[in-house]
């Protein structure tokens, strides 16, 4: 083989390969073109579901400020609406030649001004019991009572 042969045979082998490299080249660019595409559409379908969640976050929020609005309403009515409070005067203390009361009475009084119902306050003057005392017979009794 001489020189001229060994040199056409590597031109040859050199335009193969810059063929197979073509060819190579034009497949990767054509995969990154479809895989371009591919997220484009990806990208789309995203936005659109962005924009989608975005308007039903904004009717969510709506329809809670509408809601909030409502409970508002319904709570000034409410307040509006309630009786106040009756004002009730301390009974006068016992005179201490008095025997003082059983805890079952003061129990039975607490719950029946509670059923009828005094809030804690008032009990407490209306009896002269501590307000804590009020609160923790009616505590212990509302298991089995509607106060």
């Not at 895989?35 to 969640?53: G, N, P, R, V, W």
């Not at 009730?88 to 119902?117: D, F, K, N, Y």
Request: with cysteine; aromatic share 2%; proline share 4%.
């Amino acid at each position: 083989m001489d020189y001229q042969q060994l040199i056409s045979i590597l031109a040859l082998v050199g335009i193969l390969i810059a063929i197979v490299s073509g060819i190579t080249c034009l497949s990767l660019a054509r995969k990154l073109r479809d895989a371009e595409e591919h997220q484009m559409e990806i990208e789309k379908d995203i936005d659109t579901l962005f924009k989608e969640i975005r308007h039903n976050l904004d009717a969510v929020v709506h329809h809670t400020n509408e809601q909030w609005n409502r409970i508002s309403k319904v709570e000034t009515s409410i307040v509006q609406e309630r009786a106040p409070e009756p004002v009730v005067e301390p009974m006068p203390a016992a005179p201490s030649a008095l025997i003082r009361q059983s805890m079952t009475e003061r129990r039975h009084q607490v719950l029946t001004l509670a059923r009828r119902g005094m809030n804690v306050q008032s009990i407490a003057i209306t009896l002269g019991v501590p307000r804590g005392e009020v609160a923790l017979i009616i505590g212990m009794n509302t298991s089995n009572m509607k106060v």
